[in-house]
């Protein structure tokens, strides 16, 4: 079976810092690998690598047994892969509807010229796609923020918005970057069920997240990251265990 994602020797620098330094592993179809590690350990630039924000400075990255290291975010888009960002306030006067329907933008088929002049069609697609977001939205019982803009929502409850449009583009591998920073208890529960639902969809997951028990939770496997490097690979249980991680890792021993 071919893997969702295989990332090989991933390395990132700027200037004389090596950000992240070759960095290897590989997810499985519907399998949860997460990603953590103290500040600066090198996450969300290797998410960011992965997602074709960074360029490479050395090492692969293949979806689904293709390479696409050095695709555009959108090309990746339309391979797939799907990701939310710890913050999205450039789109805080978006229409919940609306935010949530720019995950499905890459997948959109119609010409420039015909999304500019509103062909019938074109009006038809958002219309499929404003009510297909609506249903999103309800089957967590969020159907009243429908109508709602961004900045008008709690912090927590935006972030939640942000893995849905992730979601509503269909992806097949889908990157997560601190899902639960800034969340209030009943926003992690509301997160915990959509994270259910999506792997039941059948989703390749890579969550990058500071809650530890949060992530070796819904993870089944775990990559800890010390200043870029590796540092431990495997069994959420066996990887915390380590000495090593836990001197790593702040708060993780009294925790």
């Avoid at 295989?6 to 690998?33: K, M, N, Y």
């Avoid at 047994?65 to 306030?89: I, M, N």
């Amino acid at each position: 079976m071919t893997d969702a994602l295989v990332v090989r020797d991933l390395t990132i620098r700027f200037g004389g810092l090596v950000a992240v330094d070759s960095i290897s592993f590989a997810v499985a179809p519907g399998e949860t690998f997460g990603v953590i590690g103290p500040n600066g350990a090198g996450k969300t630039t290797l998410l960011n690598a992965i997602s074709g924000l960074l360029r490479l400075h050395a090492g692969t990255v293949e979806v689904e047994g293709r390479p696409v290291h050095g695709k555009r975010p959108d090309q990746l888009a339309r391979l797939g892969v799907g990701r939310s960002f710890q913050a999205a306030e450039v789109f805080n006067d978006f229409v919940v509807t609306d935010y949530l329907s720019l995950g499905r933008l890459a997948q959109q088929r119609a010409s420039v010229l015909a999304a500019a002049l509103r062909f019938p069609s074109v009006r038809r697609a958002d219309r499929a796609d404003t009510r297909a977001a609506r249903d999103l939205l309800a089957r967590f019982d969020l159907e009243a923020i429908a109508g709602e803009r961004l900045k008008e929502l709690p912090y927590g409850l935006r972030k939640l918005v942000d893995l849905l449009r992730a979601w509503f583009g269909r992806p097949r591998q889908l990157l997560l970057d601190e899902p639960t920073s800034g969340t209030a208890v009943a926003d992690r529960q509301l997160l915990r069920q959509i994270l259910d639902e999506v792997r039941a969809d059948g989703v390749s997951i890579v969550v990058v997240d500071h809650d530890v028990q949060f992530v070796s939770d819904r993870c089944d496997r775990l990559l800890v990251m010390n200043f870029g490097t590796e540092l431990a690979t495997g069994d959420p249980a066996e990887v915390l265990d380590r000495a090593d991680v836990r001197a790593a890792y702040v708060g993780l021993e009294a925790g």
